[in-house]
């Protein structure tokens, strides 16, 4: 088991930066992928980047793709998304997920056994 928690959200103006982390605990960190979903009020979960064990391999949405980047730390338990150039549209709580294997259902919320509570990240226009 592995548990995740958020940090980093915060209100920022449309064009900024946040750095979202999530740290985690348990020694099997380094055996899962992990990715990234966001939820808006009103609407599903939906896939934002996911990264693999060793960070070699990441995927994004078309939607966040040249604007956010994630990668990992295996050896601090932690993994990040940089998110640059921020619109409005990227409102919503974003959450950190953990799997056991890549694979293509990477992208589905219901693939992913482990989560964080998620952290709120604002963008004004």
């Known amino acids: 088991q592995v548990q995740l928690v958020e940090s980093g959200g915060g209100l920022v103006q449309a064009g900024g930066s946040l750095r979202l982390s999530c740290a985690a605990s348990?020694?099997?960190?380094?055996?899962?992928?992990m990715g990234w979903f966001r939820q808006a009020p009103g609407t599903e979960r939906e896939f934002v980047a996911a990264i693999d064990r060793s960070g070699g391999s990441k995927y994004y949405a078309d939607s966040v793709k040249d604007r956010f980047t994630t990668s990992r730390d295996n050896a601090k338990l932690t993994v990040v998304l940089q998110m640059n150039s921020l619109k409005p549209e990227d409102t919503a709580v974003y959450y950190c997920?953990?799997?056991?294997?890549?694979?293509?259902?990477?992208?589905?919320?219901?693939?992913?056994?482990?989560w964080g509570q998620g952290t709120q990240v604002t963008v004004s226009s």
């Open positions: 348990g020694r099997t960190f380094s055996s899962y992928t």
């Open positions: 997920a953990a799997r056991s294997f890549w694979g293509p259902s990477r992208v589905r919320p219901s693939a992913y056994d482990f």
